[in-house]
């Protein structure tokens, strides 16, 4: 296989490069979903608590050294009765977020943390909060007002307002007087047929990633799915993509206990060859070791992030092993060896010329091989670095 891969970029444009790599972070929405009985579960509630908890966690368990910069508040937090104060803003519950959204904005800016939360293109968010449609000018200018960072707009409505809504909101984001990072759901709303979402118009509407495809579960069935889905759409998705507009798979699992450390890797590894966001949907006091190594681990992260800014692809799809590839900024190309299967198998790769090896698992040199084989672990990936 040639290191001499022919990859393309999208044509689309934004205004604006708020995202010149995948963005990365942490969010809530995986495992405390919308708890908001505060009371009972005062650990996992959807609370001022949990964010800033978590935003002390990120800073001094090393994420963000790492690049982790965000924390994401994702639906529910809104006040549902009224939905909107008398000027017709949103505004977080008081119970919960006491201190009010500019204050936690400030609380994270503070700690050099970057300020994320969540809205939705349709009159209510899919858990029933307030949300944005047919309120982009004021909702975008509340958020600046607040301090935030990034925003997801979700869809869970009418899908025919979304052509309409998700470019209100961009230019609405555009014109607030802050950079926000715009992160639409548009295109997980129309299917799974990728050749038939209309990606440069999501460019053209100012946003810098967009969620693609099914919401990812907690648990491996799941996470292959998305994989499959990446697998069988990789052309098109890596068309769609460029610098600064970015697809987004969903979440990582990693640190929790719904999948093995092997699969962890895959995510990892996957992820970062597809240049994706890699956004923590995990509880962050609670990270084994094994999982806090992954998600730390610098040359996956340089990978993800890598200026170049090209999503990789499947280039081979055998019984028992696949090979994903992805060029990178420096001549060198990131390769994934993932074994789908439910045993561990061999794997190979085959370079047009010797050519060095480096494990990114291992962070260190293999050696140079014209063919390169190892045997991989059920649902495990081999991560390979390999330069000329």
Known sequence: MSLQLLFTAATGTVSKNLAPTPPMGWMNWEIF??????????????????????????????YLAAG?????????WMRKNPERDP???????????????????EYMHNKSVKF????????????????SADHEVTDADTFAEWGVDYVKVDGCGDKTYYPTGYPAMGNALVNSGRDIVYSCSWPAYLGSNESSKPYTAMAAAHCNLWRNWADIQCNWNSLSGIIEHWGQWGSVLRDAAKTGAWNDPDMLLIGNDCI???????????????AAPLIMGNDLRIVPDSHKEILLNKEAIAIDQDSLGVQG??????ATFQVWTRPLANGDVAYGLYNPT?????????????????????????G???????????????FLRVSK
């Open 33 to 62: 979903r919308c708890q908001t009985d505060c009371s009972k579960y005062n650990e996992s509630c959807i609370n001022e608590y949990l964010f800033t908890t978590m935003t002390d966690r990120l800073v001094s368990d090393g």
């Open 68 to 76: 982790y910069e965000g924390i994401h508040i994702d639906d529910c």
């Open 87 to 105: 000027q017709g803003k949103l505004f977080p519950d008081p119970e919960r977020f006491p201190h009010g959204f500019k204050w936690l904005g």
């Open 116 to 131: 994320a939360i969540y809205t939705a293109e349709s009159p209510h968010t899919c858990a029933g909060y307030p949300a």
């Open 260 to 274: 093995t450390a092997d699969e962890a890797r895959t995510q990892m590894a996957l992820w970062s060859i597809s």
């Open 313 to 318: 692809i499947r280039v081979q799809n055998e």
């Open 342 to 366: 439910s045993t561990s198998q061999t794997a190979r790769v085959t370079f047009d010329s010797e050519s060095k090896v480096r494990d990114i698992w291992e962070q260190k040199d293999l």
């Open 368 to 382: 140079s091989f014209t063919t390169y084989s190892t045997t991989v672990p059920s649902h495990g990936t081999a």
